[in-house]
Nanobody, 127 residues
Framework: QVQLAESGGGLVQAGASLRLSCAAPERTISTYGMAWFRQAPGKEREFVSASNWNGGATYYADSVKGRFTISRDNVANTLYLQMNSLKPEDTAVYYC????????????????????WGKGTLVTVSS
């Protein structure tokens, strides 16, 4: 079991930046593929970004490419999402998730493919 806890969400204006964190205080994440998803009101949860176990391979949704950066610190057991140039359409609850390293490539990081989830952190971007 991997317990994940997101933090760093908040209310910001369009164009601002936020950095989300996802901590796993009770177990190492160093062997897990990690990802960020988001869910806007009335919409399905969608993929945002993912990192393989060592950060050597990262993936992004087209909607955030060039604005968001995923990174991880396996010593600190923490996953990050740096979000720049935020837009109102980025408003959502952001979730981090983990899966074992038994799959490689962006196709592994789907809602159904992740084994563990945090409870989410709300990001609201005003226009």
């Amino acid at each position: 079991q991997v317990q994940l806890a997101e933090s760093g969400g908040g209310l910001v204006q369009a164009g601002a930046s936020l950095r989300l964190s996802c901590a796993a205080p009770e177990r190492t994440i160093s062997t897990y593929g990690m990802a960020w998803f988001r869910q806007a009101p009335g919409k399905e949860r969608e993929f945002v970004s993912a990192s393989n176990w060592n950060g050597g391979a990262t993936y992004y949704a087209d909607s955030v490419k060039g604005r968001f950066t995923i990174s991880r610190d396996n010593v600190a057991n923490t996953l990050y999402l740096q979000m720049n140039s935020l837009k109102p359409e980025d408003t959502a609850v952001y979730y981090c998730a983990a899966r074992p390293p038994d799959c490689s490539g962006p196709g592994c990081y789907t809602v159904g493919g992740m084994d563990y989830w945090g409870k989410g952190t709300l990001v609201t971007v005003s226009s």
